[in-house]
C-alpha cells in the first residue's frame, strides 16, 4: 500500500479549495495465468462490491454473449475454501450472464490475490466499468477504509478518484436506509441526495424530490429556503459596503454564479465570503481558484 500523502497544515477542506495531489493512473490486472475453465468452478466473490444484478441487463449480456462470445476474461483467484476452484475478483456480471448464455466453460485470468488487493481490484474494475450504483460504490471505499486502515488520501491515489469524489460519495452512506434504497433503486441520483445528508427530514424531502421530479438544482434552492426559515440571525457586516464594493461583490458573484459577500473591516482590509450549497459548488471553486475546472 502506499504511504499517506502529506498534510497541508491548511486542513483538508480548506486545502482542497487550492489543489489535489496528481492522481496515479489505476492499477488493473493484465498480467497473470490466462487459461479456459468448466463454468462450474467458479463462484461469487465475497468481497465484490456489487450486491445488484438485475435481471433483464442479464439476460440482455447472455445474448451479447450467444452472439460474439465472452470477449473478455473474467478475473479470478484460486479459491481458498476449495482447492481446484476459483474465486470471482471481477466479472461475476459476466459469469452470470454467461451461464444465462449456455456457457459451459469460460477465459479466466488467474491470480495469486490476497483480500485486501482483492477489494481493490474489484472496486476499480467496477468503477471504470460504471456496473456498481453510487450506494454499492460508496460501501465498497468504505469497506477498504475499515478493513484496511486507509486514508482517504490513500484510497483516491488507489482507485484514481480525487479526493472530493470520494468524501463526497462516502457522505452518501450518512443518509437513512430508505433513502440509500432509493438511489440504489436509481430513483434519485447522487446530487439529489448529497443535499439531504444530515438532514432529519432527508425521507420526506427524498419521495417529494420523486414526487414532484425536481432537479438538482430545484432540491438546493428548496433546501435553502428551509435552512433560511428556520429562523437564524443575519450575519451583520462590520461596515456598511460602499457603491465600488457593493459592484465588485455583484461582478464576482455573477462570474461565479454563487453568493458573494463582502465584509469590510478596518481600513482597507475586510473578508471574501463565497457561499456554497454543496461539495459539487465547493469542487467548483476550488477548480476556478486552480485556475480549471473543478474534478468529479
Known sequence: ???????????????????????????????????????????????????????????ELAESIRQKGLVQPILVRPDPQQAGNYEIVAGERRWRASQRAGLHQ?????????????????????????????????????????????????????????????????????????????????????????????????????????????TVRDVEAMVQKLDANVGKPPVSRTRENDADTKAFEQALAELLGLKVEIKRGSGESGVLMIKYGNYDQLDYIRGRLGGGTGSG
Request: no cysteine; aromatic share 4%; charged share 25%.
Open 1 to 59: 500500500m502506499n504511504s499517506p500523502l502529506p498534510k497541508s497544515r491548511l486542513g483538508r477542506g480548506l486545502a482542497s479549495l487550492i489543489g489535489e495531489p496528481a492522481i496515479t493512473n489505476p492499477r488493473l490486472p493484465y498480467e497473470g495465468e490466462h487459461k479456459v475453465v468448466p463454468i462450474e468452478l467458479l463462484r461469487g466473490g465475497k468481497l465484490n462490491p456489487r450486491k445488484e444484478f438485475k435481471e433483464d441487463e442479464l439476460m
Open 106 to 214: 469460460v477465459p479466466v485470468i488467474v491470480r495469486e490475490l490476497g483480500d485486501q488487493d482483492m477489494l481493490e481490484l474489484a472496486i476499480i474494475e467496477n468503477v471504470q466499468r460504471a456496473d456498481l450504483n453510487v450506494i454499492e460504490e460508496a460501501a465498497g471505499y468504505n469497506e477498504l477504509i475499515q478493513r484496511f486502515n486507509y486514508t482517504q488520501e490513500q484510497l483516491a491515489d488507489v482507485i484514481g478518484k480525487s479526493r472530493s469524489h470520494l468524501a463526497n460519495t462516502l457522505r452518501l452512506l450518512k443518509l437513512p436506509d430508505p433513502v440509500q434504497g432509493l438511489l440504489m433503486a436509481g430513483k434519485l441520483t447522487a446530487g439529489h441526495a448529497r443535499a439531504l445528508v444530515g438532514r432529519e427530514d432527508a425521507e420526506s424531502l427524498a419521495f417529494k424530490i420523486i414526487d414532484r421530479n425536481m
